[in-house]
């Protein structure tokens, strides 16, 4: 399988590794739904917001924080999140010479649906997360090497795209995280139910949450919900929304100096327990990171 990896390694250094910096890159090479990261060093914890996505890595290694779970992964490995889930991540393997390199698949929810409308019924399992690191399969390395082949012929990606992602979620669909994506498109799913009070915090961040509406979102009771919402994101409902908000204040801090605007703008009552909140995730008080934010002298942005 390693000849597989030099060979993806290759094909994304040649089209987006031409940058010297040592920090993050994130070349785009026109190919819908993937991205790249590359990173010539190892970097502290980078907070973000993991989309529905697969990721593989192709050199390197990466530690990843969700709620209270520590996940790793490396070329020997594949993680897949399929909720929008905060999360803070550190490349803990890189250097120059041998970059960090990693490719991402955004999940397609109808490509999704196509695939599961045409294979036979599988057995009811419930997945004990909404995301999770499973070993690598030679045919997922070569479903994937197939994916990535199109950036070196680009005339190709409009017509071969679509089905080579198909391919390489079909594989996923086989492996051990195949449950997990049955359940994230099938509407009657506890992982689904759950993506439904998901999606009301993530547009309602800024406003008071009752567990009781996040309940009935989900059509469950409240100590169902709970036991079901922490078994998928790995956190509360309500610390999910405490990192919602202090990632959102971060964009705004970016091009405000008001932090205690900010502060209310995110839900706060409190501009001081926004502070301590605040420099707890991000490991600076507001102004201090912001000014840090605008002086580009921050991570350039999280590599899956």
């Known amino acids: ?30 190919l819908p739904g993937v991205s790249f990261g590359i990173a010539r060093q190892g970097h502290h914890s980078v907070m973000t917001l993991y989309q529905p996505m697969a990721c593989l890595v192709l050199r390197g290694a990466k530690e990843v924080t969700i709620g209270d779970r520590v996940l790793r992964y490396d070329p020997a490995t594949c993680f897949v999140a399929s909720l929008d889930l905060p ?30 409308a045409d294979l036979p019924p599988a057995p009811e399992a419930m997945p004990a997360a909404g995301f999770g690191v499973a070993p690598v399969t030679l045919s997922l390395l070569e479903a994937w090497d197939h994916l990535l082949a199109l950036i070196d012929r680009p005339a190709d990606i409009a ?19 195949g449950p997990m994506l049955r359940q994230l498109v099938r509407e ?86 926004f502070s301590r909140e605040y420099a707890r995730l991000f490991g600076a008080p507001p102004l201090r990171d912001a000014a840090r934010l605008r002086g580009g002298r921050a991570e350039a942005g999280a590599i899956a």
């Open 159 to 177: 017509f071969l795209a679509r089905s080579r992602q198909r391919e390489v979620l079909y594989q996923f669909l086989q492996g051990a995280h």
């Open 1 to 30: 399988m390693q000849h597989l990896l030099d060979q993806m390694c290759r094909r994304v250094l040649r089209h987006g590794g031409g940058d010297p910096a040592p920090g993050l890159a994130s070349p785009d090479v026109g």
């Open 188 to 273: 009657d799913s506890r992982l689904a139910q759950v993506r439904r009070a998901l999606l009301w915090i993530r547009d309602h961040y800024d406003q008071m949450i009752r567990t009781e509406t996040l309940a009935g979102l989900a059509g469950m009771s409240v100590p169902t919900f709970h036991r079901h919402f922490k078994a998928v994101t790995a956190m509360s409902p309500l610390q999910y929304q405490k990192a919602l908000r202090l990632q959102a204040a971060r964009r705004m801090l970016a091009t405000s100096g008001d932090a205690t605007r900010v502060a209310y703008a995110v839900g706060y009552e409190s501009p001081s327990q």
């Open 87 to 116: 999360a803070a991540g550190c490349v803990i393997e890189a250097c120059e010479s041998e970059p960090y390199i990693v490719a991402s698949l955004a999940l397609d929810s109808d490509l999704l649906s196509e695939l599961l």
